[in-house]
């Protein structure tokens, strides 16, 4: 009952965001636009999606291989699509789906829990370093913007301080109380074994690499929506990674998809910024955000099928995974 109010709850946020996103929007200029696109640079950018999701299962696996020598990578990427796909009925469910597709008797579900906290740490990790590397770069420029549009909605419009305090006193409480119980300390040893998986893994080096090219190809993805609008906005290289790191921020709100937090914050970006008109900035968020969507839809479906088909050996079913994961939702 919890997960169904939050999804509703959620999706309503995100039904809000795209209406003030999308309510001055001309749509006989919006389809127009459209049509002048270059869809061959948008076909590119689902490509350099598809690939980065193949990048993170054969890094997953990595982690995973001092717990389960054994895990296969197709497993690993097949899985991995598959709980994307699944994200965007139940948000922020694609970590817990891939570990309960990938768990057998070598890999604990909570061990397989911990993998993925250290490749979500590293993932942080450089996210923040890339927030640190843009404010450096053109300090002038993107500074006002996380100060104005991001910090600034937070502590103005009366928001006391104080009541952030008061709400991390409650959750560390709670953390604590949950802490003491045995099942949160078979969880956090799995976690512990997780983490420990990195130290024991042989192939440091092709995981650093791995996630330099996951990065690249987010990156990719960006600037292959920017060339494909019609005219020159003026963006260059360091404007589609800052515009990426303010995608990867509105991908924090847990709204189903990420639809309208994705939309709204990228076009305000660009507003800001640049003073590209809000309307083409949600061109470029549609663009980007529907042209992704779509591909982990299809890339999501065929993996599934796939391991339907052709490994009935080894398939998970729906109800299995559903039984591993749904207890962490």
């Known amino acids: 009952m919890k997960v169904k109010l939050k999804y509703v709850l959620w999706t309503a946020v995100a039904a809000v965001l795209l209406y003030f996103s999308f309510r001055e929007v001309k749509w006989h200029d919006f389809i127009s636009v459209l049509q002048q696109c270059r869809w061959g640079f948008v076909l590119l950018s689902m490509v350099f999606g598809a690939l980065a999701n193949v990048i993170r299962g054969l890094r997953w696996r ?82 006002s913007f996380f100060a104005e549009e991001i910090l600034g909605k937070v502590g103005g419009n009366g928001f006391n301080y104080w009541w952030l305090v008061a709400v991390l006193a409650v959750v560390a409480m709670l953390v604590v109380s949950y802490f003491r119980s045995s099942r949160a300390r078979k969880v956090m040893q799995g976690v512990k074994d997780g983490l420990v998986s990195f130290t024991k893994m042989k192939n440091k080096g092709t995981f650093l690499l791995l996630t330099a090219c996951l990065w690249a190809c987010f990156v990719l993805m960006t600037m292959t929506i920017i060339w494909s609008l019609p005219g020159d906005l003026g963006l260059d290289l360091i404007d589609g990674l800052f515009i990426m790191v303010v995608g990867g921020i509105a991908s924090i709100v847990p709204v189903p998809g990420g639809f309208g937090a994705f939309h709204y914050l990228v076009a305000l970006a660009l507003q800001s910024i640049y003073n590209i008109p809000f309307e083409t900035g949600i061109i470029f968020a549609t663009l980007s955000h529907e042209s992704q969507t779509l591909m982990m839809l299809v890339t999501g479906a065929a993996a599934y099928v796939y391991e339907m088909l052709k490994r009935p050996e080894e398939k998970v079913t729906v109800e299995q995974v559903r039984q591993d994961s749904g207890r962490n939702l």
């Open 62 to 143: 990595l982690l995973i291989l001092p717990l389960d020598p054994e895990v296969r990578r197709g497993r690993c990427i097949d899985g991995f699509m598959i709980a994307r796909m699944a994200d965007y009925v139940i948000p922020h469910s694609c970590e817990f789906i891939r570990c309960g597709y990938v768990t057998s008797k070598r890999l604990a579900y909570e061990k397989a829990i911990g993998t993925v906290l250290l490749e979500r740490t590293w993932d942080i990790f450089v996210l923040l370093m890339l927030i640190i590397a843009v404010l450096a770069m053109r300090w002038n420029l993107f500074s």
